[in-house]
């Protein structure tokens, strides 16, 4: 049944992932490698645990790269160690302070003008052309990388080929890439890691109001502090990291509102709290659906041992649909009590420090494009095609029209 590759799931996952919830919360897929959970409480007691899994492996590649492709890297100067997202305790509390620190809440939330130019701009375009419009194209794709790019300090010309890097790194990291494409995309992230290397030496000569010159000024020139091959690596995932997710949540979004269209209709009546609206839709429509954890050392999940080297798939997806945590988990319902429970973000020390960010862009375009489109519906009859892989549920095209 569990085929993350097949246009099946990738259609409907959630549907394959409730039926092996209910007969087999954990399992191995010998084609992954991976033994695979899929129920909330063992998923977030894995998150939680640094004592057993590690995070190390969750940017690693799900295909190992082949020769031509793995020389591509080696022969480069791509150097990004593990950090963030890829990194365990003790070392891994020193970086998120630091990382972090550029990232409060408060200042993501000043972003805000910004936010609303950049969408209304988007709407503006969509008014002046012709139906029907990819929704992807025209809004959810490059929204978060605008604002994002933006808090970087991103000049605007380099936009494009920045987001192109940054698509390839999905396939290649959760996907099964031919061997052509690996050495295509194995070219694109060096590349790709060139540039991060020249933004971060151009900030270094040139400061100006943007995370990067903020790191920068953290580091004050100390490497004991942070090195600049550090900075550099965490600026390389921030290009790519930081806005995918939200891109992929913003048309999942759109996806499921405009379909259900009593609930469009109360949101474009005002009937609805917007936030209660995105943060519903987090949990039913998570942009990461499953997210990967090493075995450490032996341990015991549900009965079954883990041997240390095992690679674990968490079903996040899976997991923000458990009956035993959601009431009629199928069914879209802003305003749980309970909502805060799901786990779009992660859990524990890697906890999506940009939520804040993600949240303010969705509740933005879903307020003005309810405002300013309220007739928006989807195109019927269309193919949904989703960027086959085994981590996020992106949609690549949404018409619709109005």
Known sequence: MFDPFSTTYQANPHQVLADIRGTEPIFFAPELGSWVV?????????????????????????VPLCPHAKSIISDSNFDVPPMLVNNDPPSHARYRKFFS?????????????????????????????????????????????????????????????????ADSRVVLQWGKPSEEDQVRMAKDSVDFYAYAEQLVRRKQGSPEEDIISDLLAQRAGDDANMTLKEITGTVFNLLFAG?????????????????????????????????????????????IIGWRRLVKEPVE???????????????????????????????FRPGRQNVAQHLSFGMGIHHCAGAPLARLELTVML?????????????????L??????????????LVTW
Do not use: C
């Open 101 to 165: 620190e550029p990232l409060q809440r408060a200042r993501m939330l000043k972003l805000e003008p910004f936010v609303r130019q950049t969408v209304n701009g988007k709407i503006d375009a969509m008014l002046a052309a012709e139906r029907p419009v990819d929704l992807v194209a025209a809004l959810t794709f490059e929204t978060p990388m605008l604002v994002l790019f933006r808090a970087l300090g991103v000049p605007q010309e380099d936009v494009p080929t920045v987001k192109r890097w």
């Open 301 to 331: 999940v549900l009965g079954q041992q883990l041997a240390a080297g095992d690679r674990v798939l968490m079903m996040l997806g899976a997991a923000n649909r458990d009956p035993e945590v959601f009431e009629q988990p199928d069914e």
């Open 243 to 287: 806005h995918e997710t939200t891109s992929t949540a913003a048309v999942g979004m759109f996806n499921n509102l405009l379909r259900n269209r009593p609930m469009w209709e109360s949101i474009v009546a005002g009937a609805q709290k917007l936030d209660a609206v995105v943060e519903e839709s987090l949990r039913y429509s998570p942009p």
């Open 385 to 398: 095609d989703y960027v086959p892989n085994t981590v996020a549920h992106a949609l690549t095209k949404l």
């Open 367 to 383: 307020e003005l494009v309810a405002g300013r489109l309220p007739g928006m519906r989807v195109v019927e009859g269309q193919q």
């Open 38 to 62: 899929t129920r909330h409480d063992t998923i977030k007691a894995i998150l939680r645990d640094t004592v057993h899994f590690s995070s190390r492996i969750v940017s690693d590649p799900l």
